[in-house]
């Protein structure tokens, strides 16, 4: 059998236990050009489905879904997309381990659940390590923003990350009021799956208690945990206002989300295609900036009139909750991050430019 025609039995049936001699000669033919068809558009088109656990309107959704058009339309319809939001392909680790397999091509994650397997974007999930939004924005646009997608990329985690989201401040929510530290003594908080994320809570007081995004809602009104902690927006959009109505600024993390790419696809893409790919994501970090602005501000809003009329809420901690106290508690975790953090000292200084 010649080389050429073991690669059309290869490539066409998958059974490299077929012979040629029992194929007529019009089989080959059609065979071959269907071949010939199959591996040009393989190089060249591809469909990519972007998964988020946010639903419709959410700024990181509506940024994704404009990157996915641009892409479309820049490669012209190469690379088409297809956009699933609202945590439709399951959960967040979910849709990591998909992407991580190829069945998903991207998707926003947060750096929460990426510092398990990544331990050196732990030190952008060190409590108060950017004193506030504007500090996180400098240094996420700048060296050390693009050495951790690096790191995440280079890591065996399976995805290419390629830009920012922008995640906001987090603050603890609570069914009961939290004025101080207090206050906090034994309450059970829901965090992200990091280790990290526990012993900050359990050094301010609290009792950390990892679980999904989406199980949150039901375990405030359960009473399984007593509060949650994220930023206006997922505390709106995601209901948990409904079951817990204090609002306690204590802005412990504000955390950047990359987009990444499932190494499998960014393989398979063109060097052009790449590039495309990059830009577009580098563009979707900008949008999604500005649209963040504007919800997190109309979030707080809304979020302020439905805890009106219930009991007041949104409890500046800002003073109470300081870097140098968390830092004194120490934890295992955060020396452990700070360990590897030889990139940049803790707290990390505002960027030159
Ligand atoms: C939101 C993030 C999302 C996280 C979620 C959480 O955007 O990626 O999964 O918090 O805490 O702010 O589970």
Request: charged share 20%.
């Amino acid at each position: 059998m010649s080389g050429a025609s073991g690669v059309w039995v290869i490539c066409i049936s998958g059974d490299q236990g077929i012979g040629m001699t029992g194929i007529s000669a019009y089989t080959h033919h059609f065979m071959y050009l269907n071949q010939i068809e199959r591996s040009f558009s393989a190089a060249h088109a591809l469909e990519i489905k972007f998964a988020d656990i946010h639903p419709a309107g959410y700024p990181t959704v509506v940024a994704e879904e404009n990157m996915g058009k641009a892409l479309t339309k820049e490669s012209n319809g190469e690379l088409t997309f297809k956009y699933f939001h609202g945590g439709v392909l399951g959960s967040e680790k979910e849709v990591v381990e998909q992407a991580q397999v190829g069945a998903v091509q991207m998707t926003r994650v947060s750096l929460g659940i990426v510092g398990p397997v990544v331990p050196d974007v732990n030190v952008f999930n060190m409590p108060f390590i950017f004193r506030d939004q504007a500090h996180m924005r400098a240094v996420i646009d700048g060296d050390v923003g693009d050495a951790i997608l690096d790191k995440i990329t280079q890591s065996e985690f399976g995805l290419v990350a390629l830009a920012w989201m922008d995640g906001g401040t987090r603050n603890i929510y609570t069914k009961k009021p939290v004025r101080s530290l207090e206050d906090l003594k034994g309450m059970k908080i829901r965090v992200q799956g990091n280790p990290m994320f526990i012993e900050t809570i359990n050094a301010m007081g609290g009792n950390g208690i990892a679980m999904d995004t989406g199980e949150i809602f039901s375990a405030l009104q359960t009473g399984v945990i007593d509060g949650a902690e994220n930023n206006p927006p997922t505390l709106l959009e995601h209901n948990h206002f409904q079951n817990a109505k204090f609002y306690s600024l204590t802005g412990h993390l504000i955390l950047p989300e990359p987009i990444v790419m499932s190494k499998i696809t960014w393989d398979k893409l063109t060097p052009e295609q790449q590039t495309l790919v990059k830009k577009a994501a580098k563009a979707a970090q900008l949008e999604e900036r500005a649209l963040w602005d504007a919800k997190s501000a109309s979030s707080e809003e809304k979020l302020k009139a439905q805890f009106d009329g219930v009991v007041r809420s949104f409890v500046p901690m800002h003073s109470i909750v300081r870097i140098d106290e968390v830092e004194r508690m120490g934890t295992p975790k955060i020396s452990e991050a700070k360990g590897v953090s030889n990139i940049m000292p803790f707290p990390m200084p505002m960027p030159d430019k």
